[in-house]
């Protein structure tokens, strides 16, 4: 686990100030480590190792762990500890029958109120995307788009599992 969390390291003063409270900051941090796929499914997330990650106390972890249990993203076991939650095949069908619907809307919505100068931004990324694709090349470091959103807000918030 320490190495999908490497680069979890514990933020700079100045990112805390920023974005807030520190169960927010390590909730935020897993969360955007789960949704990455940094953090694979059934993955065992051990309090005192992220404490020592985050550099903060367990009963922080605890917190943050609970509210991403809340959320269906985590699975908290007594006595066994927290790991990160498994879909089933119809919870992940579900979830990508709610995307399909979603980002469908969201995109008819995008095009709607779109100037002609940001459409041919959206046709050039696509374009850059297939192209990084076709290549094979999925790496966020070597400038392809196909993983350079995970600090998105938008990804906050998913379909519970």
């Known amino acids: 686990m320490n190495e999908q969390l490497q680069p979890l ?6 990112a805390k100030g920023r974005t807030g409270t520190q169960d927010d900051i390590v909730y935020a941090h897993i969360f955007d480590a789960i949704l990455e796929q940094r953090l694979a499914p059934g993955t065992k997330l051990s309090e005192e190792a ?10 922080i972890i605890r917190r943050a762990l609970s509210r991403l249990a809340h959320e269906g993203v985590v699975l908290l076991r007594p006595n066994r500890g ?4 498994s879909p089933s095949v119809d919870e992940a069908r579900q979830i990508f029958y709610a995307r399909r619907l979603v980002e469908r809307a969201i995109t008819e919505l995008a095009v709607e109120h779109a100037t002609a100068e940001q459409l041919a931004q959206l046709r050039q990324m696509v374009t850059d995307e297939r192209d990084c694709f076709a290549r094979g090349d999925r790496a966020p ?16 918030r998913t379909p519970r599992w």
Do not use: D, Q, W, Y
């Open 9 to 14: 390291k514990k933020p700079s003063r100045a």
């Open 141 to 156: 470091a070597s400038g392809c788009p196909a993983n350079s959103t995970s600090s998105s807000p938008r990804r906050r």
């Open 50 to 59: 992220l404490g020592e990650i985050f550099g903060v106390s367990r009963t």
């Open 82 to 85: 927290a790991v990160v939650a």
